[in-house]
């Protein structure tokens, strides 16, 4: 079966041969579904197009051999635990019941193509990438938190729909916990094929229920026999004993590092060779020239460690730590790929607008770390230790308007969310734009939080209602006619990781520019300058010269300040950005006309300034 098709196959130990399902024709009544046509078969069964009467919609049918009345009981059980859990990253199941001799299963139809299929149809930045393996990864840990451990996880058994979400499917291995007595397992090296079997035949009279929670939370499972797909599969997954979520960790991880890397992890011409270097942390170096950055890899190197007491405590942790730049903790790497363009595929039978607004709700988990309960404490503490008189005071003022503008964050956040994923009236380049803008105005937030609460004295504390109030606006962020003017961000990855580096640093710079630390204000803004000359993109160099001729002209370098301020004002008007030319002719006229005494260039400079602010609809 080809890597495209909509994929069901489990592993396990080589299987006693048996007849395989039989084929159902067209118009084969299964329970109420209609069969339409075959879309995928596998080790565990066979996948068909069918039609719900009922409810007149098109479903996936998956039947599944059941060699026992244990076995349909336990497949029966283990769909119905599935059917509960409903995540927007997860194929939905709808229904399950008995046909003859085996079990089917009515599941959401997503036709679009596999996550694998996907990366090969053409080049994929990384940030691309990335969003929809984080994606994936939200589905696994939606599993993991309803007790369900996938055993199966890898690419092929993602898919991309037409609409553009990521779902997780293929759970036919999941299992809850159960004890077995079961000493079938094979050795490991009998596990030679690529997708190795069918474990169907095993039966579960001798189970018996257990505490489905491991001591560290995890769900966990007592594999009975090797189940999983050999290159993604976790050493402990080779051997008879506990697997819990951790096995599912390695395996995305073993995914992730195919995706952005172009191959496996781990050296290997045969599942052999392979098993003893994911047993030992053998590790291939990354290809030449790959662009995946270092602390990606640093990520999945953990995930991969071949003891699952060195991986992280659960996949919501990988996913922390895959959304966290640690040169900024924990900011946004890839807020601008939440959607990716559609038109990957066909349409898909059934879209899930419950499950698309769900995905919309997330705004507060952005803003944990950057403003929220322990935050504010800090803040608070912070401020009445300077034994300031206005300490308590303005304290208080400062957290309204950070919490004022915290949940006017969440609220544009949500209203750009679903106004291109639940009503569909705006396009995802736009939604891309937009929460680009959003985490902008998050991480300027975050830099002048972090300068308000690390060491604060009385300067800084007399500075900080007005540091917050020229926080630029997050209602910027829904101004579609100047997102959509800028200058669109350069193809290449590499020089648009360094934009958003330097454009995290002047975030910082600004904050201590606010806050009064205008020396280190000055050297940083020299050095991001330089940054933005060098990556030559004039959106950055614009405001990273506005920012140094701010800092010029409070510390009297009036001429310094005027060549910064006038290439701010041109690189501005190159990259239409209205709001910064605005600015910096503003500035230049005061630092010309006034500070220089050259009254009528200032006056020039100040008609120059309020026909950018015209154009910026200030």
Request: some cysteine.
């Amino acid at each position: 079966m080809s890597e495209d098709d909509v994929k069901t196959q489990s592993v396990a130990s080589r299987a006693p041969a048996r007849r395989p399902l039989p084929v159902l024709e067209r118009g084969t009544t299964v329970g109420r579904y209609v069969i339409l046509d075959r879309i995928g078969h596998g080790g565990m069964g066979i996948v068909y197009r069918a039609y719900d009467p009922d409810l007149d919609r098109r479903v996936a049918l998956k039947l599944v051999r059941a060699v026992s009345k244990d076995t349909t009981a336990r497949l029966i059980r283990e769909a119905q635990a599935l059917a509960k859990v409903s995540h927007p990253n997860i194929v939905q199941v709808f229904d399950v019941g008995v046909f003859g001799d085996t079990v089917f299963i009515a599941m959401e139809l997503v036709e679009g193509k596999t996550l694998i299929a996907w990366t090969k149809e053409a080049p994929r930045e990384w940030r691309e990438t990335l969003g929809h393996l984080l994606d994936a990864g939200r589905g696994l840990a939606a599993a993991h938190d309803a007790n369900l451990v996938h055993r199966d996880f890898k690419p092929q058994n993602v898919m991309i729909g037409a609409d553009g979400r990521v779902r997780v499917l293929d759970f036919g291995v999941a299992r809850r916990a159960v004890f077995t007595t079961d000493a079938s397992l094979p050795a490991p090296d009998e596990a030679d094929d690529e997708s190795l079997g069918d474990g169907d035949t095993d039966s579960d009279d001798s189970t018996r229920p257990v505490a489905s929670i491991a001591p560290a939370g995890l769900p966990r499972v007592v594999a009975s026999r090797l189940t999983g797909t050999w290159g993604y599969m976790a050493p402990e997954q080779r051997t008879r004993g506990v697997l819990d979520a951790r096995a599912d960790q390695f395996a995305f991880a073993v995914s992730a590092w195919e995706l952005l890397h172009g191959e496996r992890p781990f050296p290997g011409e045969n599942p052999r060779q392979y098993a003893e270097a994911s047993a030992t942390g053998t590790f291939r170096p990354p290809p030449a020239g790959n662009t995946t950055p270092t602390w990606i890899r640093k990520v999945l190197l953990r995930a991969l460690s071949p003891r699952a007491t060195d991986r992280y405590n659960s996949m919501n942790d990988v996913l922390d730590a895959l959304s966290a730049d640690p040169a900024r903790r924990r900011t946004e790497v890839a807020i601008g790929v939440l959607v990716i363009a559609a038109a990957v595929g066909v349409t898909a039978a059934i879209a899930s607008l419950g499950g698309d607004s769900a995905m919309c709700e997330d705004g507060p988990r952005h803003m944990v770390g950057v403003w929220d309960s322990a935050v504010a404490a800090q803040l608070d503490g912070g401020f009445r230790a300077t034994g300031a008189p206005f300490a308590a005071e303005t304290a208080g003022k400062v957290r309204a308007a950070l919490e004022e503008r915290t949940g006017s964050w969440v609220t544009m956040h949500r209203e750009a969310c679903r106004a291109t994923r639940v009503s569909g009236e705006q396009s995802a380049e736009l939604l891309d734009l937009r929460m680009g803008c959003l985490s902008r105005r998050r991480e300027e937030m975050r830099a002048l939080v972090q300068q308000l609460i690390s060491a604060p004295d009385g300067p800084r504390v007399a500075a900080s209602i007005e540091a917050v109030a020229r926080l630029p606006s997050v209602a910027s962020c829904a101004d579609r006619d100047a997102l959509t003017a800028v200058m669109p961000l350069p193809d290449d990855p590499m020089r648009r990781l360094e934009i958003d580096q330097a454009r995290s640093e002047l975030a910082t710079i600004n904050a201590l520019f606010s806050t009064g630390q205008w020396p280190a204000a000055r050297t940083r803004a020299e050095h991001v300058q330089r940054r933005a000359h060098r990556l030559a993109w004039p959106p950055l160099v614009a405001e990273a010269s506005l920012m140094r001729g701010l800092v010029e002209r409070h510390a009297g370098s009036f001429a310094a300040s005027e060549t910064a301020l006038n290439e701010a004002a041109q690189a501005a008007a190159r990259a239409h950005l209205d709001d910064v030319a605005a600015a910096a002719w503003a500035e230049l006229a005061w630092v010309v006309g006034y500070e220089q005494e050259r009254p009528a260039e200032g006056l020039a400079l100040t008609a120059a300034a309020e026909a950018a602010a015209l154009r910026a609809g200030a």
